[in-house]
């Protein structure tokens, strides 16, 4: 298996976290999203993940994209521990909470929206980084209500164990954190960050602990 990623790249993040999890060590190949390297709009990236974004998993001489599709295919693998609970609608929980992040929080404040903020749109960056809080406080709000109410233990988003709701919201934390974002006024999804960024899997996939980190 051959894994794309970027190091600061969120979604890429959240694959990390989930392979550290499982035990698996995919070959790790860099994709460099910055300007004006810009690897994922090269053929040679395109070939491989023609949406241009990061993550991509190579496996069976297939690219799966997008990091839930990867994720739910890992559970599937290599099923311990599981990401998801057992009953059909708690998975259906964890799942919704990890697609606040993927959906309603990421898309918005992605590197390539950002960047299309910037340029044509012409929005100077106080303009940009008021949009990027916007969306954090917005989704943040929502979580921390549904993680106070489905936390078992404060460490947890749901329950008492990992799941995959876990793995989305610590790279959403680091972005925030990373721009500045207020927040204070979310201190379930604190603690419950605080305690997952000090396990080694979650530790072991960090930006900064990446080789190509800069």
């Known amino acids: 298996m051959k894994l794309y990623h970027f190091f600061r790249s969120s979604a890429a993040y959240r ?7 499982k035990g698996i060590q995919p070959e790790m190949i860099d994709v460099d999203l910055r300007a004006p390297v810009s690897d994922q709009q090269k053929p040679e990236y395109r070939a491989v993940n023609p949406q241009a974004l990061v993550p991509a998993l190579v496996v069976e001489d297939t690219t799966i994209a997008q990091s ?10 290599y099923p311990e521990p599981p990401l998801f609970p057992r009953s ?4 259906a929980r964890v799942r919704a909470m990890a697609l606040a992040v993927a959906c309603d929080m ?3 404040n992605n590197l390539r929206v950002l960047n299309y903020l910037r340029a044509p749109l012409g929005h100077d960056e106080e303009t940009v980084n008021a949009w990027y ?16 109410r489905a936390t ?3 460490r947890h988003m749901f329950g ?19 721009f500045k974002c207020d927040v204070e006024p979310y201190p379930t999804l604190r603690g419950i960050c605080a305690h997952l960024e000090a396990l080694p899997a979650f530790a072991k996939a960090a930006p900064e602990a ?5």
């Open 15 to 21: 694959t990390r976290i989930a392979f550290n999890l």
């Open 68 to 77: 839930l599709a990867i994720i739910e295919y890992l559970d599937e693998v």
């Open 88 to 91: 059909p609608v708690n998975r």
């Open 106 to 108: 990421h898309p918005l």
């Open 133 to 148: 809080r916007h969306w954090i406080a917005v989704g943040f709000g929502g979580l921390e209500q549904e993680a106070r």
């Open 152 to 154: 078992g233990d404060g």
């Open 160 to 178: 008492q164990s990992v799941t995959i709701a876990d793995v989305y919201i610590v790279p959403q934390m680091f972005n925030a954190r990373r």
């Open 210 to 214: 990446q080789p190509n980190a800069s």
